[in-house]
């Protein structure tokens, strides 16, 4: 029942996310929280579980962005390795950049965060309509450090290296 619930409505915690850090950025932080958990599940052998099903943003895209969308196919380079790489290198610099820049302004940090958020959610509103709802989905940064957990788990286990 939740679930079901969260499925369909679970894109309010990210309006209400941008509306209360818009208003008081120090709760741009919170962030965190949808940042560490697809790395936890994949951690503990649930690949990108967060993603498909408890993710904001993700459940954003599947519900509102969805009657944007265009339905096409997302482009391979998007979904290739190489733009992944760059993109999870590229949002941690600018985190670490921005953190390094306002350290000891906890407003300054959770602007960093906040802007962040507000803008991979646009660049993902505007691939929605182009493509399919998820495409940010396709190199999310998070996402993408969860698939290569996961791919590293996986790969230790072939090799014998750890319990199946």
Known sequence: MIAKIYRKYGF???IAYLIAAFFFPV?????????????????TGKGRYWCGHFCPRGNFFQN???HLSKKRPVPAFLKSAAFRTFMVLFIIGNFSFGIYS???NAYGIGMV??????ITTLIGVILSGLYLPRTWCTFCPMGSISAFISWLKRSRQRRGYTKA
Do not use: D, E, K
Request: positive net charge; charged residues 5%.
């Open 12 to 14: 309010l915690i990210l």
């Open 27 to 43: 709760l741009g932080v919170v962030a965190v929280i949808c940042m560490l958990s697809p790395v936890i599940f994949a951690l």
């Open 113 to 118: 965060f906040y802007r962040i958020i507000v």
């Open 64 to 66: 509102v962005t969805c």
């Open 102 to 104: 306002n350290w000891g």
